[in-house]
């Protein structure tokens, strides 16, 4: 998500690295009252999303966002691509062997 903020947003890494500290501790203080998305990627990627531009909104009343990528077009994409290559990489590190004492 810091990634794709970054993109949306030409690379300013200080706001959206705040904004997304700020999105999680969002999510951890509602997470009793939040409900189960069917799709957890599309739910985080658009929330984040909607909460980031808001932030910019409020800190550059004139900043222009019809300019910003849609999170469906590529986001989602990224998104599957991501979750398929951390579960390989999940499954293999479990299949190691552990390390053996010295």
Known sequence: MFVWG???LNGEEAFVRDTL??????L???RTRLSQPA???????????RRLTDSWE?????????????????GMAEAALFSAQ?????????????????
Not at 39 to 49: E, G, M, R, V, W
Not at 86 to 102: D, G, T
Request: include cysteine; glycine fraction near 2%; hydrophobic fraction near 40%.
């Open 21 to 26: 500290h700020d999105f999680f501790i969002y």
């Open 39 to 49: 799709n957890l990627s599309a739910y985080l990627l658009t929330s984040f999303k």
């Open 86 to 102: 951390f579960e390989l990489v999940s499954r293999a590190l479990a299949s190691l062997p552990p390390p053996s004492a010295k």
């Open 58 to 74: 409020k800190q550059l009343p004139s900043a222009d966002l019809d300019g910003l990528p849609d999170v469906s077009d590529d």
């Open 6 to 8: 970054c993109k949306w």
């Open 28 to 30: 951890w203080e509602r």
